[in-house]
C-alpha cells in the first residue's frame, strides 16, 4: 500500500533521516515510533505530500508520489483521511457539519445526502445520532477525537493517518478509542499509520511498527519482536515509554 525507498531528509546539518526504507500493507495497523525529534513527523507529512521529499521515494497505491500532476495528488488525496493534532474542529459548525464539510468540498452531493452519510460517520465512531446537533466546544476531550475521525472518514478512505490520537485522553478513553480503530480497520480493512507514544497502544493495537532514531531505523517488527531484541536502542526505548506512559 505504502512503499518508503532510501528516504534521506536533513535541515541544516541535522541529519532526520538516513536512507530509511519500509513498507505498509494494506488493512494494517502500523506505527511509526521515535524519541522526540526523531523524524516521525516529517516522515508522516513526506507520505501524505505535505512535505517535500529531498531524497528517495515514496509510492501511494502503486503511483510514485514525485511523479503526479496536481489532478492526481488531488485525487490521491481523497484516498486517506488524515487526523492531526493540528486538525481542531470547526467551532462555528456542529458536529454533522463538521463531519460533512470533506463532502461538501469534494462532492456535488445535496445538502440531505451529506447530513446522511455524516451521521453513518457519526454511528460508525460509536457516537449517538444526537451528539449530531452538537459544537465542538459542547463535546468531551474523546468526543471531539471520535468526531474528528468520523471526518477523517468521509470521503470512504482506504488509508488513514493519524498523529497521536490519544494524546490527552484519559486513560479509559484512550484504550476506547484504541478499540475503536481496530474496530474500523476489522470493518471496513482500511490500512492505518499513526504516530504514537502510549505504550499502551504499541501492545494491543499496532500490528507492526517501526522505530526511528538517529536517522536510522532501530527496529521495524512486531511488539513482540521488539521485546525479544537485544538491541540496546530498542530496549531502552520501550522502558522509556513504559516509564513514562506504562501504567
Ligand atoms: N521545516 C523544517 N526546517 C528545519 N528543521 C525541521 C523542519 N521540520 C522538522 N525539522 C527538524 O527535524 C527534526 C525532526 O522533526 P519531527 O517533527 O519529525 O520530530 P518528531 O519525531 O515528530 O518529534 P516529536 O515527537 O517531538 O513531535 C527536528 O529536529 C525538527 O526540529
Request: hydrophobic share 40%; aromatic share 6%; charged share 25%.
Amino acid at each position: 500500500m505504502i512503499k518508503v525507498k532510501n528516504i534521506s531528509t536533513s535541515f541544516k546539518e541535522k541529519i532526520v533521516h538516513d536512507d530509511i526504507s519500509f513498507n505498509i500493507k494494506k488493512g494494517e495497523i502500523f506505527g511509526i515510533l521515535g524519541g522526540s525529534g526523531s523524524g516521525k513527523t516529517v516522515m508522516l507529512r513526506q507520505i501524505i505530500m505535505l512535505d517535500a521529499i529531498q531524497k528517495g521515494d515514496i509510492e501511494i497505491f502503486g503511483k510514485n508520489i514525485k511523479n503526479l500532476n496536481m489532478n492526481d495528488r488531488d485525487n490521491i488525496k481523497k484516498n486517506w483521511g488524515v487526523l492531526f493534532q493540528f486538525g481542531a474542529l470547526f467551532s462555528s459548525l456542529n458536529v454533522i457539519e463538521n463531519i460533512g464539510i470533506m463532502l461538501k468540498e469534494n462532492t456535488n452531493l445535496p445538502k440531505d445526502l451529506i447530513d446522511d452519510i455524516a451521521y453513518t460517520k457519526l454511528k460508525m465512531v460509536g457516537l449517538d445520532s444526537r451528539v449530531g446537533k452538537l459544537y465542538p466546544q459542547e463535546l468531551s476531550g474523546g468526543m471531539k477525537k471520535r468526531v474528528a475521525l468520523a471526518r477523517s472518514l468521509a470521503l470512504d478512505p482506504e488509508i488513514v493517518f493519524l498523529d497521536e490520537p490519544t494524546s490527552g485522553l484519559d486513560p479509559a478513553s484512550a484504550k476506547a478509542f484504541d478499540t475503536l480503530i481496530a474496530q474500523l480497520r476489522d470493518m471496513l480493512g482500511l490500512t492505518v499509520v499513526m504516530i504514537t507514544h502510549e505504550l499502551n497502544t504499541i501492545k494491543n493495537v499496532l500490528d507492526r511498527f517501526l522505530i526511528l532514531s538517529n536517522g536510522k531505523l532501530s527496529m521495524l517488527g512486531t511488539y513482540e519482536d521488539a521485546l525479544n531484541s537485544n538491541d540496546d536502542t530498542i530496549k531502552k526505548f520501550l522502558k522509556l515509554q513504559k516509564d513514562k506512559f506504562g501504567k
